[in-house]
């Protein structure tokens, strides 16, 4: 069964490493195969980065992004994980889900969990609520 992708006017996707913008109308596409993707409102640029749970996710969502360097990336990725472990002991279960999940290459879902654990659990990468009403991330390039 294929994923179908309604895009809102202007907004953007990153599919494989490419971004693809849909024009002023909203417009839909399919995806039939497996595919690495993120939605323009699901990325999270460098100089937003303003926490550690955010430096968590950026370093997870570069593995996901570019594989061609995921092998430096999971080293950060490692550093920046016992790091965060240190700073938010209450977030353990989350933490180890994210680990465990990074480990078997199910790197959407633990950018996922990630995402809750901003400030309270109800942002998105962008610091927007992760409700359908987001307006999208105006250039989803990190």
Not at 50 to 63: G, H, M, N, R
């Amino acid at each position: 069964m294929p994923l179908k992708f309604v895009l809102r006017p202007n907004e953007k996707v990153i599919i494989n490493g490419a971004v693809i913008g849909a024009g002023d109308r909203p417009g839909s596409f399919f995806l039939y195969n497996t595919a690495n993707f993120l939605r323009g409102r699901e990325v999270l640029k460098e100089e937003q980065i303003d926490c550690i749970e955010k430096k968590l996710y950026f370093v997870i969502q570069l593995i996901y992004i570019f594989p061609e360097d995921t092998v430096l990336n999971l080293q950060r990725f490692a550093s920046i994980l016992a790091e965060t472990r240190d700073a938010r002991p209450d977030c353990s279960d989350d933490l180890d889900e994210i680990e465990r999940l990074v480990e078997a290459r199910n790197y959407y879902r633990a950018l996922k969990i990630c995402r809750k654990m901003f400030k309270g659990g109800s942002e998105g990468p962008s610091g927007t609520s992760d409700g359908a009403a987001e307006s999208p991330a105006t250039d989803p390039v990190p």
